[in-house]
């Protein structure tokens, strides 16, 4: 079966760091991905990780273990902008990348 | 920055009818993808489209559902008597293709929120 999780919601201080985690099991594997989506538009692509390892990009980070079917995405530096659902996916084989429910992030003042 | 487009943006159909959901892809991408999303549910893969043809689709893409890429711009995703569950935002995606720098980022259209009555 084709299995992600991440929690649905978390909330966060603006200028805080926050560090949302999925975890996936999936009958194949070619790389992860991490998508922001505000509410009533497209997801938008984030990071991308196939090798284990932090990739850093400005204030988000996202880190993959292969042998644990693990991610994080780290944001820094929280901004009210940055409220909005974050996608966790990966690209199981040749041409299917399935998403998981996605964790709605709360930035207050 | 070239995007991917899509129309009609809302459509409302009866149960029953046919809808055709419009989509122009980036000009020089190759695979082609359709997802829909039931509101506030996760983005579920339908679909994907490479050389002229289906190359995996899911349980949810039955015999109702069809895609066509008529031309060399538009790739189209035919639902042919809609129901009630029909009803999401249903997103078109491509994507570059599979070169050693891509990543397989897919570029999503801005969605066609289908409402069925």
């Known amino acids: 079966g084709q299995n992600i999780d991440q929690p649905t919601e978390m909330t966060a201080t603006e200028g805080a760091i926050v560090q949302i985690n999925c975890t996936y099991q999936?009958?194949?594997?070619?790389?992860l991905f991490w998508y922001q989506q505000h509410a009533g538009e497209a997801p938008t692509f984030l990071s991308y990780?196939?090798?284990?390892g932090l990739e850093e990009k400005g204030r988000f980070s996202s880190f993959l273990s292969r042998s644990k079917g693990y991610s994080y995405l780290l944001l820094k530096e929280l901004q009210m902008k940055d409220s909005a659902s974050y996608l966790c996916?990966?690209?199981?084989?040749?041409?299917?990348?399935?998403f998981g429910a996605g964790t709605r992030l709360f930035v207050k003042a | 920055e070239p995007e991917v487009t899509q129309t009609p943006s809302h459509q409302v159909t009866q149960m029953g009818q046919e809808v055709i959901l419009r989509c122009v892809p980036i000009?020089?991408?190759?695979?082609f993808y359709w997802y829909r999303q039931i509101l506030g549910q996760k983005v579920e893969f339908l679909v994907s489209?490479?050389?002229?043809?289906?190359?995996?689709k899911s349980e949810i893409f039955d015999d109702q559902f069809s895609v066509e890429r008529p031309d060399g711009s538009n790739f189209t995703l035919k639902i042919r008597s809609t129901k009630l569950e029909d009803s999401a935002m249903y997103f078109c995606?491509?994507?570059?293709?599979?070169?050693?720098?891509?990543?397989?980022?897919?570029?999503f259209g801005e969605g066609s929120r289908l409402t069925v009555l």
């Open positions: 996916a990966v690209l199981t084989g040749g041409f299917k990348t399935i």
């Open positions: 999936t009958s194949g594997f070619n790389g």
């Open positions: 990780n196939v090798l284990d």
């Open positions: 000009s020089n991408h190759l695979y």
């Open positions: 489209f490479y050389n002229n043809e289906i190359s995996e």
């Open positions: 995606a491509s994507e570059t293709g599979r070169y050693i720098a891509n990543t397989g980022e897919l570029f």
